[in-house]
Structures are given as structure tokens and as C-alpha cells.
């Protein structure tokens, strides 16, 4: 059964950085890339970022170009995402989501002063 | 990069036919997805490239194209289908979802 599960979410001040991670099981991790995309409370899905099966090639929206970092540990069956000089439009759910279509339960990031 | 634009609702009574439009101005069919979303939950894969479906995704459940038009086509909509749905397009290293659409089946 295909799981990924995201953690690292939680309440920060503007301007803060936070790091999420994924971690995935069930399937073959390093053979399909992998993607993070958010919902604002309220709001539509937004793609943000996706990272190569082998992590050469990364891809981010232009929201969050600059700022954030999609990475990933094969070895670890991991996939991550930096986030820096965060902003209150940055609150959210953020999911990863494998290239087979198969999306984690999310976790809550709050930008907040 | 691009736009998916959807009806932001469509409604149907139960075991009508609920249609649900994605337009774009370039939609490569092979990477058009079709998400279901519901209340609390994160999205459910229903169709992909165009016309597939997922194992365990009921046979109601169908997409097609038409121009620049993809459609999701639910023949005799259930009330459990009630939800938001979203298109989304990945090729050319472009990724984007469309606005949504609410579903409300009554």
C-alpha cells in the first residue's frame, strides 16, 4: 500500500523558515518524482514544487521560487521541503504527492505574528 | 505557464449525468488528471491520461476531450460523489491544477 506522510508543520512567524518532510513506503520511491502542493484554508490546490525521480532536476511556481527548496533522500525514501522568509500567504496545507498520482494527508503550516 | 479554467459548480440530482469542463489553451491529454477532493481529506486520483482510471475508481467515473475542452463525466452521479474536483495538467515541466469545481449532487 502506497503511503506518504508528511510532518513538520506548525505555527510561525513571518519571515521564519520551517522544513517539511515525507515520508514515503509502498512503492519504489526513487524511480518517480515527486511534488509538493498546497491549499490555503478555503482555497484551491497550487502546485509549488517538483523534484526529478534521481533530485538533478527541480521545479518550482513562481510564488515560491527563491524561497523554497524541494530535495529528497532516496536512501531514506524521504522527500523535503525548505522553507524560508515565510509570508502569512505562505499559511496553508502543503501535500506531497508521488508522479502515480497518490497525495499524503497533508500537514498545517500557519504564518502568523 | 498556462490556465485550466473550470466551472466554479455544477449541480445534478441523484443518477443524472454531472459533467464537469476543463479548458486551457494547450492541453497535452497523456498528463491530464482529474482529482477528487472531499471535506477534510486530501485529493483522490479519478482519471488519468484523459480516460484511465485507478483501480478502484468506479466505472461511473470517465474522462474525454474535445479541443482545448477535457470533461469529466460522472453517469448517474451518487450523493457520496458530492465534492470539489479539480483538473491538473503536467507536461513540459508545466504543472498546474485548474480553479476547482463543487460538485453538489440533490
Known amino acids: 500500500e502506497v503511503q506518504l506522510l508528511e510532518s513538520g508543520g506548525g505555527f510561525i512567524q513571518p519571515g521564519g523558515s520551517l522544513k517539511l518532510s515525507c515520508a514515503a513506503s509502498?512503492?519504489?520511491?526513487?524511480?518517480?518524482?515527486m511534488s509538493w502542493v498546497r491549499q490555503a484554508p478555503g482555497k484551491g490546490l497550487e502546485w509549488i514544487a517538483t523534484?526529478?525521480?534521481?533530485?538533478?532536476?527541480?521545479y518550482y511556481a513562481d510564488s515560491v521560487r527563491g524561497r523554497f527548496t524541494i530535495s529528497r533522500d532516496n536512501s531514506r525514501n524521504t522527500l523535503y521541503l525548505q522553507m524560508k522568509s515565510l509570508r502569512a500567504e505562505d499559511t496553508a496545507v502543503y501535500y506531497c504527492?508521488?508522479?502515480?498520482?497518490?497525495w499524503g494527508q497533508g500537514t498545517l503550516v500557519t504564518v502568523s505574528s | 505557464s498556462y490556465e485550466l479554467t473550470q466551472p466554479s459548480s455544477v449541480s445534478v440530482s441523484p443518477g443524472q449525468t454531472a459533467r464537469i469542463t476543463c479548458s486551457g489553451d494547450?492541453?497535452?491529454?497523456?498528463?491530464l488528471r482529474w482529482f477528487q477532493q472531499k471535506p477534510g481529506q486530501a485529493p483522490v486520483l479519478m482519471i488519468y491520461?484523459?480516460?484511465e482510471r485507478p483501480s478502484g475508481i468506479p466505472e461511473r467515473f470517465s474522462g474525454s476531450s474535445s479541443g482545448t475542452t477535457v470533461t469529466l463525466t460522472i453517469s448517474g452521479a451518487q450523493v457520496e460523489d458530492e465534492a470539489d474536483y479539480y483538473c491538473?495538467?503536467?507536461?513540459?515541466?508545466?504543472?498546474?491544477f485548474g480553479g476547482g469545481t463543487k460538485l453538489t449532487v440533490l
Open positions: 491538473y495538467s503536467a507536461a513540459d515541466n508545466n504543472w498546474v
Open positions: 504527492a508521488n508522479g502515480g498520482g497518490y
Open positions: 491520461s484523459e480516460n
Open positions: 494547450v492541453l497535452p491529454k497523456k498528463y
Open positions: 509502498g512503492f519504489s520511491f526513487s524511480s518517480y518524482a
Open positions: 523534484i526529478s525521480d534521481s533530485g538533478s532536476d527541480t
